[in-house]
């Protein structure tokens, strides 16, 4: 199972990892202003990954 681990830098602004059950990053946030936003990128996340469709663009 996958963690979410918020985190708050020096300068106040917080992001997010998607860590594997192996503890692994999986995915990384961009910087929010707010925890608040940082929250609902969590669950922007949660809402719409198990949705995701896979666009391959590679040649191979």
Not at 33 to 55: P, T, W, Y
């Amino acid at each position: 199972m996958g963690t979410f681990e918020l985190k708050k830098t020096d300068s106040g602004k917080f992001h997010f990892n998607l860590k594997a059950s192996n503890g692994q990053v999986i995915a990384s946030s961009q910087m929010y202003a707010s925890k608040e936003s940082a929250l609902n990128g969590i669950e922007s996340v949660r809402k719409n990954a198990a949705d995701a469709k896979f666009d391959d663009q590679t040649d191979a």
